[in-house]
């Protein structure tokens, strides 16, 4: 495993190397990280501990999220390129062609099964070939029920089931699972890979690595690890003001998502959707996520979801 950092000074990445790996100057050889090039302040490094590792908290504390972040003799230290084991899993779901449109569950807390399930149904009847949860809201089994009840079979429901009693809803019948994994661990998408569902994660809670000022990660590298992870549905920002991604960070985590969906979302609707696709420069295995814009449409969510669908 190999990953690439911009530091400053660059003579501290041999530092970053021994601290991530033995830890001690005098570590056994075969596992400690090395500096094997420095151009400017890039500076790439090996780990050969990492080669072959599948573990998610292992890679992260060991190379992404590492104690190199708490050290207060680097001015800055960024991740911004990694090769990764090729043994982590995958997407068990690879993205269909095309373009597709998913809809948020909306308002985010409040709203009994009953009142749920009837949203999911003029979400879907707009054209939404996936409804999910808020963040904010973890679902529960009579949520769950009602909402599989209310929309047609071909439409995913994505369960939020960050902190919740995941095998409960499976029985309750979700056919996709939403996780915040950046706030549950980024090792809770391994753990739901056993249900057989497709999984849709979240990015909340990633900014805090991907803005975090002179100690951070790039956004390519935080998008790659959640599709290699597991994840079918990954999110990659929007070319929105909604959003703090730029346009080239927006692009780079749809490829960086692929063969996974690449999900984009925030402050997206019909009336942005075509200069979405046109900015994104691809118009397969992308999905456009309505949120908010869809509940502003004058015609109702329905037509929100449906007018989406149309412009595109």
Request: hydrophobic residues 45%; proline residues 6%; glycine residues 10%.
């Amino acid at each position: 495993m190999r990953a690439v950092f911009e530091v400053r000074p660059p003579a501290w990445g041999e530092t970053l190397a021994i601290l991530q790996s033995v830890s001690l100057p005098h570590g056994p050889e075969s596992v400690r990280a090395r500096v094997v090039e420095v151009t400017g302040e890039r500076v790439t490094i090996d780990f050969p501990a990492l080669d072959g590792e599948t573990s998610a908290e292992q890679l992260l504390s060991a190379c992404v999220a590492g104690e190199w972040a708490d050290r207060g003799d680097v001015d800055s230290c960024r991740l911004v390129e990694v090769e990764w084991p090729r043994e982590l899993p995958g997407p068990g779901f690879p993205a269909q062609p095309g373009v597709s449109v998913g809809a948020i569950v909306k308002p985010a807390l409040g709203l009994t099964p009953d009142e749920a399930a009837a949203v999911a149904a003029e979400l879907a009847a707009g054209g939404a070939v996936l409804v999910k949860d808020d963040e904010l809201q973890r679902s529960s089994p009579e949520r769950v029920r009602a909402i599989q009840a209310a929309i047609p079979e071909h439409v995913l429901y994505a369960a939020n089931v960050t902190g919740g009693d995941v095998a409960a809803i499976v029985d309750a019948g979700a056919h996709a699972l939403m996780v915040n994994a950046f706030i549950a661990g980024l090792g809770s998408i391994a753990r739901l890979r056993p249900y057989g569902l497709p999984i849709f994660v979240h990015r909340v809670g990633s900014a805090f690595l991907r803005r975090g000022g002179p100690v951070s990660v790039s956004a390519r590298v935080l998008a790659e690890l959640t599709r290699l992870l597991g994840a079918d549905y990954v999110q990659v920002g929007s070319f929105s003001p909604r959003t703090f991604d730029t346009d080239d960070e927006v692009r780079a985590q749809i490829a960086a998502a692929r063969p996974a969906t690449a999900v984009i979302g925030g402050g997206v609707g019909a009336d942005n959707a075509v200069e979405q696709l046109e900015r994104a420069g691809t118009r397969d295995g992308v999905m456009l996520l309505l949120g908010s814009a869809a509940y502003a449409h004058p015609g109702g969510v329905k037509a929100g979801v449906a007018a989406t669908v149309d412009a595109i």
